[in-house]
């Protein structure tokens, strides 16, 4: 019996040992959250969410260049963070209701991408649903079979009605109460107050030969109108009368278009494309020193 004591004792300490360090190996992984980049985000957005700088976010992850993250990267969030109340929830805690389609009557004045930001689909999953080849070409009266939101990728979802509570990091603080966000990925323009969006239109950015510049800028440049001359730079157009010009850094603004309705399809030497009510309502509701993000 004494033997059988003394190899229990033996062996007692070891397991004591291990025990502890599983309690104590938690409570250090505790500090350190990590997040999941998800399609259409950027660091920008992601350190917004969290309550951090883009500064902050890329220094913890040795990212040299913060206008480059991309779906499915695991990045490091600092212990110091204070997340916003809507993380992005891991995939088995989202709900699956069974929705199902319905059905829109085209009204006088609409188009495919305001419908679809309605719905809160992509023009693609309309226009695969009801056999359309150009999302351009929709008539009064016709009857739009909408696709249930949860089957399809939403390139450009609805805002929000009701946003969470905004955090008070110094991400926020830094924008002030209206910004810009242009996501090149989507080829979407959203406005936001705060972290609340408050609109949001399709829009057709700078094509390969001709990129849009990414980066946060400042609008410092409003016409409500003006003649736009591409002959000085080097472009073979000339277009006069253009309504709604806010230029943002140097030669690149956003501005209404009317010698096309492509939107959602990279079209401009660079600028951001918009339908003219759309940049219509931006411009009014916009000011000099207005933030504009831009990012893919």
Known sequence: MKKWR?????????????????VLIPAAAAQQQTYVVQPGENLFRI?????LTTQQLAAANGIVNPDWVY???????????????????APAAQPAPA?????????????????????GVSVQSIAQANGIYNPSLIYYGQTLTIPAASNSTAANPAPAPAAAPAPSGPAVQSLGARWIDVNLSTQTLTAYEGTTPVFSSLISSGTWAHP????????????????????RLGYDYYLPNVPYVMYFYRDYSLHGTYWHN???????????????????????WSSYGTTVNVHY
């Open 6 to 22: 003394l190899g229990s004792a033996k062996l007692a300490l070891p397991l004591l040992v291990l025990c502890l360090a599983f």
């Open 47 to 51: 350190a917004l969410k969290h309550g």
């Open 71 to 89: 779906a499915g990267q695991v990045l490091v969030i600092p212990g110091n963070a204070t997340p916003a109340s809507n993380p992005a929830p």
């Open 99 to 119: 929705a199902s389609a319905t059905t829109h009557v085209v009204q006088r004045g609409e188009i495919l991408s305001r419908i679809a930001l309605q719905y």
């Open 212 to 231: 849009t510049v990414t980066g946060q800028f400042s609008i410092y440049l409003r016409y409500q109108s003006q003649d736009m001359n591409g002959y």
């Open 262 to 284: 492509n939107f959602g399809t990279p079209m401009s030497h660079g600028c951001v494309n918009m339908n003219t009510a759309d940049a219509q309502w931006l411009y009014n």
